[in-house]
C-alpha cells in the first residue's frame, strides 16, 4: 500500500548545469569521524548525506565517546541540545510548499505556473499530492504508473535557477510527498525519516491518511506532513478524528535506538499540507457563489469548517494558517474554471489548505493557481522564509569541550536513583478496542540516568500484548522529570484469551536503571467480555446477550471446541447464525442498502463504541434509537468479522479455497464441508452482499469491491504461515468474486 524511495548518483536531468539531482540508492549512513570534515565535501560525496544520512550536527559528540562511561554519547547530545543557542545562529531558508488533489488523472500540462512561475528559487521544495489513481487496483494491490508520472512532471517543473536533489518520495495509495533541496544544501540535510498513516475504513485502508517527512535541516528539525481527510460537508468530526489519528500514529525510530520514537509534534518546524476537505456550512450554495463573485472572502471565511474546529481547539491546536485572499479550490468542471455543474452540485469550499507551526517561520505568500485545469481542485502553494538554525564550528567545539570536562568529574558519581509517582495501576472495566491510559511521573535524582522497561525472565516483551509504555525507554538529566503513560488497549489478538480467561488484566512491568536498580510496577484490572474476539460457534450457542452471562459460562462456551457443534445436544438450542451479526446486517439491510461509499468510508470511533455495547448487552433498540451512521455499522460489521478468532471459512479449507479459485462448482464443495455455523455465516453474508449488488446504481458498489473487501476478511491465511502473497489476496477475492456473481 505504501511506498517509499530515499535518496543513485546525481543525474543532471538539464543541460547547462541547472536542474534535477535525482536521489535514489541507499548506502551506507556517514562514518561520525567524518562529520567535522562536512563543509570540504565532493559532489560525488554530497549524495550519502541525502540518500540516508542519519547524523546530525551534534551528534559529533560521538567523536568524544568513551567506552569506560556508557551514558557519555547521551549526556553529551541533551547537553548540547540545552546549550544550542550558545553556538548556534538563525538563517533564513526559503521553503515552498505545495498541495495538489489531482483527481486520479495523469499530468496534463506544465506544472510550472504552480511550482516556479514569479518566485526565486526556493532552497526546499515540499510538494504533495491527493487522489494521485483512483482506481481499484492502487486502492486494493500494489504500485501505480501515476506515481512515476507526477514525479517527473514536479522535476521537470521545478526552478529553472537552480539544482535540485530529490530527498525523499513517500507514497500511500494516491497521497504522495516529495521533498527536493538545492544541490549546495545536500550535506546539511541529515536523519531522514518517512512514514505513513491510513484512516481509511478499519483504521487502515490508505485511501484516506497522510504521509510524513522527517528531517534534520543544519541543527533545526522539521517535518512535513501531507494529509487527505474524509469527505463530504456534514463529516467533520470524522475529519478531526482523521487529524488526530494521524499525529498519534506517526511514529519516526530514531537512529539512537534506546530514545522513544519521534511523534510530528517533537520537530521544531512542522508543515502541514493536503486536501484537509473542510467545507462551508449554513449557506446554500448559490450564496457561497454570490460571495466568491463579491470576492468577500471573509464573510464566507467565518462559515469556514477549520476555521471553527481550530478555533474550537479541536483540531490543529498551536498552527497558523494565513489569510485566504483565494477563492475555493474546489470543486471546479475538469478542464476549467466553471464551478461543479454536475448532478451534485457540490458548494465551492477552501478543501486544500497549507498550516505551519514553529519559531522563526515567515509567509511570504498563500495563493491558489488557477492556471491549471487537469483536476476539479486547483493547486494551492505557500512560500515561507524558515530561520534554521546553523552551527558556528568553533563556538561548538568550545562548547563540547566544557560539557565534556563537567562530565569527566561526574565519573565517579553515585548510582542513579529515581523516585516514581505511582506503581499500582487498576484499569476497571476495560471494553474491546476501547483506549485506557494511566499515567505516572519518574523524577530523577542527581545523577544522569538511562531508564528501560525490560523483558522479565522467560518472556519475550516488557508486558503482555495488550499493554505498552509510551516511552518505554528514555533518559533523564539530574533533577529532571519524564511523564510515562501506560496505554491498554485489547484488540483482535488479545479480546479472545481474555473472554476465556486464558488471560488476564494483571501484569507486572520492571523499570531498570542503567548501572541502577529495578522498579516494579504492578499492573491489574478486569476485562468485560464482548462478542467481538468470540467464536462464531460460542456466540451461537449464547442465546443471551453477552454480558447477561457468568464469566464461567463465557469462559466455557468460548473454550468448546469448534467440531462440539455436531453433538451439541446437552447445550440449549443453538442459533443458526450469531445474533449480532443479524443485528447489524439487518440494520444495513433496513438502513443502508442504497448508501453511497458504503464498506469504504469509515465510521466514527464513538459510534462504534456504542454499537460494541449495544451488542453485548443486547441492548439493541437503542441502536435504532440514537442516530448511528451507516457508515459506523458497516465498520463495525468489518471489525466483527476481522477480529473472529477462526474466520468465517476455517483456517484449514484456506488452501483448498485458493485452489479452487475459479472453478464455482469445487468452490461450493469446499464451501459445503465448513462447520454448520460457519457455512450459515457464510452463506448468510454471500446473501445480503447480492443484496447491496441489486443496488449498485445507489451504492456504487460492484462485485470486484465487495470481493476485495471480504476477501481478505472471510479467507484469513492461518497464523505463523508467511506474509500474503498479492497472488494469494488475488486468489482469495477471485474465491468471494464466484459467490456474488452466482445465484446460491
Known amino acids: 500500500m505504501a511506498t517509499e524511495k530515499g535518496g543513485s548518483h546525481f543525474d543532471d536531468l538539464r543541460p547547462h548545469g541547472k536542474g534535477l539531482l535525482v536521489d535514489q540508492s541507499s548506502r551506507a ?181 497522510g504521509v510524513a517527512i522527517r528531517f534534520q535541516f543544519h541543527n533545526t528539525s522539521i517535518c512535513v506532513v501531507n494529509s487527505h481527510l474524509a469527505a463530504h460537508t456534514e463529516e467533520y468530526e470524522r475529519r478531526n478524528q482523521d487529524y488526530k489519528d494521524i499525529c498519534s500514529r506517526m511514529q519516526f525510530s530514531q537512529v539512537d535506538p534506546s530514545l522513544p520514537p519521534l511523534t510530528i509534534g517533537k520537530h ?58 483565494f477563492q475555493p479550490t474546489y470543486k471546479y468542471d475538469t478542464g476549467s474554471d466553471e464551478w461543479d455543474t454536475s448532478e451534485k452540485c457540490r458548494a465551492p469550499a477552501w478543501c486544500d489548505r497549507i498550516l505551519w507551526k514553529g519559531k522563526n517561520i515567515t509567509q511570504l505568500s498563500y495563493q491558489s493557481h488557477m492556471a491549471l485545469k487537469t483536476s476539479d481542485h486547483k493547486p494551492v502553494s505557500s512560500v515561507f522564509d524558515i530561520g534554521v538554525r546553523v552551527v558556528k564550528e568553533e563556538l561548538y567545539r568550545k562548547t563540547l569541550e566544557e560539557i565534556v570536562r ?65 516511552p518505554s525507554k528514555g533518559f533523564l538529566l539530574p533533577d529532571a522529570a519524564m511523564d510515562i503513560e501506560l496505554e491498554l488497549f485489547v484488540n483482535k489478538t488479545t479480546a479472545t484469551k481474555l473472554n476465556s ?36 460457534h460460542t456466540l451461537c450457542y449464547m442465546r443471551d446477550p453477552i454480558s447477561d452471562l457468568s464469566l464461567e459460562t463465557v469462559r466455557e462456551l468460548t473454550l468448546m471446541p469448534l467440531l462440539i457443534e455436531d453433538d451439541g445436544s446437552h447445550l440449549e438450542n443453538p442459533l443458526k447464525i450469531p445474533k449480532e451479526l443479524w443485528i447489524m446486517v439487518d440494520y444495513l439491510y433496513q438502513n443502508a442498502v442504497q448508501q453511497e461509499d458504503l464498506f469504504q468510508q469509515p465510521g466514527l470511533r464513538l459510534e462504534f463504541e456504542h454499537i460494541r455495547d449495544c451488542l453485548d448487552t443486547g441492548m439493541i433498540d437503542t441502536l435504532s434509537n440514537r442516530p448511528t451512521s451507516n457508515h459506523s455499522v458497516a465498520e463495525a460489521l468489518l471489525l466483527f468479522l476481522e477480529s473472529l478468532p477462526e474466520p468465517v471459512i476455517c483456517y484449514s479449507a484456506y488452501h483448498n479455497c485458493l485452489e479452487c479459485s475459479g472453478n464455482y462448482t469445487a ?57 500474503l502473497e498479492m497472488v494469494e489476496k488475488k486468489k482469495a477475492q477471485e474465491f468471494i468474486h464466484q459467490f456474488l456473481c452466482n445465484s446460491p
Open 29 to 209: 549512513q556517514d562514518k561520525p569521524e567524518n562529520l567535522l570534515t562536512r563543509q570540504t565535501k565532493s559532489k560525488s560525496e554530497i549524495t550519502d548525506m541525502v540518500r540516508s544520512s542519519t547524523i546530525t550536527v551534534s551528534d559529533k559528540a560521538h567523536i568524544l565517546t568513551m567506552q569506560k562511561f556508557g551514558l557519555r554519547d547521551t549526556i553529551v547530545k541533551s547537553r548540547l541540545v540545552q546549550k544550542e543557542e550558545d553556538y548556534t545562529y538563525i538563517q533564513n531558508f526559503r521553503f515552498f510548499v505545495g498541495t495538489y488533489n489531482v483527481n486520479g488523472q495523469s499530468p496534463k500540462e506544465c506544472l510550472q505556473p504552480w511550482l516556479s512561475h514569479g518566485i526565486q528559487a526556493p532552497d526546499v521544495y515540499c510538494v504533495g499530492f491527493q487522489e494521485l489513481d483512483l482506481s481499484k487496483e492502487a486502492f486494493f494491490f500494489h504500485d501505480t504508473p501515476k506515481e512515476e508520472e507526477w514525479f517527473k512532471a514536479v522535476s521537470e517543473s521545478l526552478h529553472p535557477d537552480a539544482k535540485y536533489a530529490k530527498v525523499k518520495l513517500i507514497r500511500l495509495v494516491g497521497i504522495m510527498l516529495l521533498l527536493y533541496v538545492k544541490e549546495e544544501y545536500a550535506a546539511h540535510i541529515s536523519e531522514v525519516g518517512a512514514e505513513t498513516v491510513g484512516t481509511g475504513i478499519m483504521g487502515r485502508m490508505g485511501n484516506k491518511g
Open 268 to 325: 521544531d518546524v512542522i508543515l502541514w499540507l493536503g486536501d484537509l476537505n473542510y467545507r462551508i456550512e449554513e449557506l446554500d450554495v448559490e450564496k457561497v457563489k454570490k460571495l466568491i463573485e463579491e470576492k468577500d472572502f471573509q464573510t464566507l471565511y467565518a462559515h469556514d469548517q477549520l476555521k471553527t474546529q481550530v478555533a474550537t481547539k479541536a483540531v490543529f491546536e498551536g498552527f497558523t494558517e494565513g489569510e485566504l485572499t
Open 406 to 470: 563537567s562530565l569527566d568529574k561526574m565519573e565517579n558519581a553515585n548510582i542513579p536513583s529515581v523516585s516514581l509517582s505511582k506503581r499500582e495501576f487498576c484499569f476497571q472495566n476495560v471494553k474491546y478496542m476501547q483506549l485506557r491510559v494511566e499515567s505516572f511521573t519518574i523524577h530523577n535524582g542527581q545523577v544522569p540516568c538511562q531508564f528501560e522497561f525490560i523483558n522479565k525472565p522467560d518472556e519475550v516483551s516488557y508486558c503482555k500484548q495488550w499493554l505498552s509504555a509510551n
Open 501 to 536: 480467561g486464558e488471560d488476564k488484566i494483571e501484569d507486572i512491568l520492571v523499570l531498570h536503571l542503567d548501572r541502577g536498580k529495578d522498579y516494579f510496577l504492578s499492573v491489574s484490572g478486569n476485562y468485560l467480555p464482548s462478542c467481538f474476539g468470540t467464536p462464531i
Open 667 to 723: 468452490s461450493k464443495q469446499v464451501i459445503s464441508t465448513l462447520p454448520t455455523f460457519h457455512r450459515n455465516v457464510f452463506q448468510y453474508l454471500m446473501a445480503f452482499l447480492q443484496e447491496l449488488l441489486k443496488n449498485s446504481a445507489q451504492n456504487h458498489l460492484d462485485e470486484n469491491i465487495l470481493a476485495s473487501i471480504f476477501g481478505s476478511l472471510l479467507l484469513r491465511k492461518p497464523a505463523g504461515h508467511q506474509k
